[in-house]
């Protein structure tokens, strides 16, 4: 079946420094591709998106990049925050009558002050 | 507005005794979904609706039922439950039955089966 793969599994950081999360997926005819944070005791929240005909979009700090041709996409969070820690999902969509999204196995991400 | 909203928050269960998640949105959204959390196993679809009286499998749906008879409710329940079901589950929605879009999830049931 589909799957995502997503690496590393934990990172630790120095407050002020980046950090960067790859994710990859099989199915060719995914189309948008998702960011999740989870935070302790908390559901998953979408922090950025992109979809399929753009290669790069940036919020702030936060930027995803897109590669169709390696099927890769990555998050890069610059300047890192001890808020930033958690852990984060990558997802990608497939189509069988709806949108569906198959998610990575989460990075736990630490930014140490 | 509350989101969506998972009672209970903590449940411990007896192998082979039943139970209901609850989960209710209040978006009007049309797309909800039930997913298990496990360590090293990142989020897997269990079952999913695309409106009000349509439910279809996930990726991983056996030992689960759902039911979807109003827009904002969708149960999740566990006929028979066995230790392989403890997990952490969150129910999740989105606006668009079909399309794609942003998923709002609720805070998690944590299920225990001994």
């Known amino acids: 079946g589909e799957n995502v793969e997503q690496h590393p599994s934990t990172l630790s950081v120095q407050e002020g420094d980046s950090a960067v999360i790859k994710c990859t997926y099989s199915d060719s005819a995914s189309n948008y591709f998702p960011w999740y944070k989870q935070e302790l005791g908390k559901g998953p929240q979408l922090i950025i998106d992109?979809?399929?005909?753009?290669g790069e979009k940036k919020d702030q700090r936060i930027a995803v990049t897109l590669n169709k041709t390696a099927k890769h996409f990555s998050l890069h969070i610059t300047e890192t925050q001890p808020e930033d820690s958690a852990v984060y999902f990558c997802?990608?969509?497939?189509?069988?009558?709806?949108?569906?999204?198959?998610f990575g196995t989460g990075t736990r991400l630490k930014v140490l002050a | 507005n509350a989101g969506v909203t998972q009672t209970p928050k903590f449940q411990v269960l007896k192998t082979g005794q039943s139970m209901t998640l609850q989960c209710a949105q209040d978006?009007?959204?049309?797309?909800m979904s039930w997913y298990r959390q496990d360590p090293g196993m990142g989020l897997r679809l269990i079952h999913y609706?695309?409106?009000?009286?349509?439910?279809d499998q996930g990726e991983v749906p056996n030992g689960y039922n759902v039911s979807r008879s109003t827009t904002e409710d969708f149960p999740l329940r566990l006929l028979s439950a066995a230790p392989s079901q403890t997990s952490v589950y969150f129910c999740?929605?989105?606006?668009?039955?079909?399309?794609?879009?942003?998923?709002?999830f609720g805070e998690g049931s944590r299920l225990t089966v001994l």
């Open positions: 997802a990608a969509s497939i189509h069988s009558g709806t949108y569906k999204y198959i």
């Open positions: 999740a929605s989105r606006p668009t039955g079909t399309g794609l879009g942003e998923l709002f």
């Open positions: 978006m009007n959204h049309e797309y």
């Open positions: 609706s695309v409106g009000a009286g349509i439910t």
């Open positions: 992109i979809r399929s005909n753009v």
